[in-house]
């Protein structure tokens, strides 16, 4: 079984920056890769970024590119996600998931993983 947290949600201004982390407190993601994935009340939930398991791929939306920057380090555990510039339509609940293939990549699609965080609320103001 897999546990991850996700923690660092909060309040910002528009053009703020947040730093969200998320950490497996059960189970390992050393080995697999790693996505981030935001939903609003009434609607899908939405692919953010992924990261391979050593972390030299990534792959982000067209929305957030250059905008926000995923991480990882595998001896924590944990993965990161660092938001700058961000805009009242970022706000969201925010998870992270673990893919379900072992050392393969994931797609954007929901159904490739299998792990979710609780979510953390983002919420930009403008």
């Known amino acids: 079984q897999v546990q991850l947290v996700e923690s660092g949600g909060g309040l910002v201004q528009a053009g703020g920056s947040l730093r969200l982390s998320c950490a497996a407190s059960?189970?390992?993601?050393?080995?697999?890769?790693m996505g981030w994935f935001r939903q609003t009340p009434g609607k899908e939930r939405e692919f953010v970024v992924g990261?391979?398991?050593?972390?030299?791929?990534?792959n982000y939306a067209d929305s957030v590119k250059g905008r926000f920057t995923i991480s990882r380090d595998n001896a924590k555990n944990t993965v990161y996600l660092q938001m700058n510039g961000l805009k009242p339509e970022d706000t969201a609940v925010y998870y992270c998931?673990?893919?379900?293939?072992?050392?393969?990549?994931?797609?954007?699609?929901?159904?490739?993983?299998?792990?979710w965080g609780q979510g953390t609320q983002v919420t930009i103001s403008s």
């Open positions: 998931a673990r893919c379900r293939y072992y050392v393969g990549g994931c797609s954007s699609s929901t159904r490739e993983y299998v792990y």
């Open positions: 990261i391979s398991v050593s972390g030299g791929i990534t």
């Open positions: 059960e189970g390992t993601i050393s080995s697999y890769a």
